[in-house]
């Protein structure tokens, strides 16, 4: 990457409150982090799981780089601020232990900008100060940061739950993490090979075969694991039963069907009315549970966001 492209592209990404961290990392403030301090209000994964919202960490060891060039995704993409770079290859590689490091510090550092809000609830603010959970999953995609597997490995040893989520298109990777995250997600976003191109634009021309190696991959892994389901109006909702027999190749744990959100770099690609409303999710959650024989166990209206599995219930983090 050229400085100049770096230049702008790092301002661009510090205007939107991204913290980097070394030559490819990052940590962002989580909406949920704000909302579960100020307001008492935690995100779904809490509801879920019993991540605690004001204890985890939002971070990506690829910020720049991915596989994948998906229209709804919030990410600085090639091209969209009239600079190119190569997104399939991270060409210096920081240490695990340096991004962890850097990720428990630029937590520590979004944490003191609620010291001075009197709104803020103190005993939450308190215990933020010591993060239990990290989501792998802001921006990029993950597999592409070669020791992935040993950053998970450190996350853990500092006593911190992981939570993985990758596109898919990077199978053997994933086959060869030297260490499982506490929850692995996988996206799919379409129901077929056409729509996937459309969709999620991949830059290797194999991109669908490798994410349905990934499908076949997932009951391999002793972790739970979810299809995460990223809900396009007028782009990815149809085709149900196609999406039904992908699910039935990967047999997760749990699907979460949730709504496109306006928002980051999406909107250079989508209008706001790409948005599906929650009652449009849950009608689609509706039918892929008749489709499967998976049951809605769970939803969160605010985040647009439903969950399935053959549980009865979610299992909780510790």
């Known amino acids: 990457m050229e400085k100049s492209t770096e230049t702008s592209l790092v301002q661009a990404l510090k205007k939107q409150k991204y913290h980097l961290i070394g030559s490819h990392s990052a940590v962002k403030r989580c909406k949920w982090l704000y909302e579960s301090i ?3 209000r935690p995100c779904y994964k809490q509801k879920f799981y019993g991540i605690k919202s004001h204890r985890c960490i ?3 060891p690829s910020l720049y780089y991915c596989t994948q060039q998906c229209l709804f995704c919030w990410r600085a993409q090639s091209g969209d601020l009239q600079v190119t770079w190569d997104e399939m290859k991270i060409p210096v590689l920081d ?5 962890v490091q850097g990720s428990l510090k630029a937590q520590e550092r979004i944490l003191t900008g609620y010291n001075g809000n009197s709104k803020a609830n103190w005993r939450k603010l308190q215990e933020a100060l010591t993060p239990k959970h990290v989501a792998i999953s802001l921006t990029g995609e993950p597999a592409l940061y070669e020791p992935l597997g040993e950053l998970i490995r450190t996350f853990h040893q500092r006593g911190l739950t992981t939570f993985l989520v990758s596109n898919g298109t990077l199978p053997v990777k994933l086959s060869k993490l030297s260490q499982e995250p506490t929850q692995l997600y996988i996206s799919l976003c379409a129901p077929n090979e056409q729509v996937f191109k459309r969709v999620c634009r991949p830059l290797f021309p194999n991109a669908w075969a490798k994410l349905n ?3 076949e991959l997932l009951q391999s892994f002793q972790c739970p694991t979810v299809i995460r389901m990223t809900l396009v109006k007028e782009h990815n909702m149809s085709q ?4 039904a027999k992908l699910i039935e190749k990967a047999n997760p744990t749990y699907i979460e069907a949730k709504a496109y959100m306006h928002i980051g770099f999406s909107n250079l690609r989508l209008g706001f009315d790409s948005m599906p409303m929650h009652g449009e999710v849950r009608d689609f959650a509706a039918e892929l549970a008749n489709k499967t024989g998976y049951r809605v166990i769970d939803e969160a209206p605010e985040s647009r966001v439903v969950l399935l599995s053959r ?8």
Not at 95 to 99: L, T, V
């Open 58 to 60: 939002q971070m990506s």
């Open 95 to 99: 240490a695990p232990e340096a991004i």
């Open 38 to 40: 100020i307001n008492d």
């Open 240 to 243: 149900v039963d196609e999406y």
């Open 213 to 215: 190696e990934s499908l």
């Open 311 to 318: 549980l009865e219930k979610p299992i909780q983090v510790v």
